[in-house]
């Protein structure tokens, strides 16, 4: 029967859209691994705690000497961990986009308890009033 015949093509051409169809989403799967590719010159994740860890010390040294410039500070900071700036904000982006951005602003949190104790009660009052904003925006 010609309607037979054709309905059983029509059965293996599914199955056989169905198994490229699953191959070639195998293969895109496996080729987008990454959300972002690694920057050139990336730093290392405890030393862009160490770096965020003096950004956060720099700025608070702002509140008690006004005439401070934070971007001289920044610089001087990057200067001293042999960091340039792009390489600091690529770095950035990249820890952001695969998600290590939060352990490494916790981390910068405990050096920055570590170097001034006596701001372990000003992080808490802030954590208890910004309980759900997520670490890269307090």
């Known amino acids: 029967c010609f309607w037979c015949f054709k309905s059983k093509m029509e059965i293996n051409h599914r199955k056989i859209m169905k198994n490229w169809f699953f191959i070639i989403f195998t293969f895109l799967l496996a080729s987008c ?3 972002i590719d690694p920057p050139k010159n990336l730093i290392e994740k405890d030393k862009m705690s160490e770096i965020i860890a003096e950004f956060a010390i720099n700025d ?10 934070i971007e001289n500070l920044t610089r001087f900071t990057l200067k001293q961990k042999n960091i340039t700036a792009t390489d600091f904000v690529e770095s950035y982006k990249f820890y952001t986009a695969t998600g290590d951005m939060e352990k490494i602003l916790n981390n910068a949190q405990e050096i920055v308890l570590e170097k001034d104790p006596a701001a372990k009660d000003y992080i808490e009052k802030k954590l208890k009033d910004n309980k759900n904003v997520p670490a890269f925006a307090r």
């Not at 608070?60 to 410039?69: A, I, K, W």
């Open 60 to 69: 608070q040294m702002s509140n008690f000497f006004p005439q401070t410039n």
């Open 33 to 35: 691994s990454e959300l």
